[in-house]
């Protein structure tokens, strides 16, 4: 693990065993779910990894009429998830220590929040 990420060669494997399980996971092709508990005006969104502040805020602006919250750790591989100017500006949060994904997972979890909220289906 000489460059800081984690890879496997199929025998041996220098890292921590989630760090692997993350990694043949997503050789695998598995898909990470998310999900939408709904009582009432209350949405509650199911979501993967430590997910930053600014997700919860998107999603309560999206449906300003719902009572909108999060809890994250739906799956832990992912680790700290930031929003693409995170990645950019960098720290320990964003860092390939701490974050397995790339700054495009912003497009995939806000079109999957967008989905779960039904936000198309209240704009017609």
Known sequence: ????????????YWGAPDELAWLLRCENG????????S??????LHMPGELFVEYQLAAK???PDLNV???AYGDYGPGYIGTAEAYEQG????SQAASNVAP???TV???GIKTLLKVNEVAE
């Not at 693990?1 to 041996?12: E, F, L, T």
């Not at 598995?30 to 508990?37: A, F, M, Q, S, Y």
Request: charged share 30%; with cysteine; proline share 0%.
């Open 91 to 94: 720290g320990y949060e964003t």
């Open 39 to 44: 009582v009432g005006d209350v949405r509650v």
């Open 109 to 111: 979890l806000m079109d």
């Open 1 to 12: 693990m000489s460059d800081g990420v984690a890879k496997w060669d199929g025998v041996s």
């Open 30 to 37: 598995h898909k990470i779910d998310l999900g939408c508990l």
């Open 69 to 71: 919250a999060m809890a």
């Open 61 to 63: 602006t999206l449906r």
């Open 104 to 106: 495009e997972v912003e």
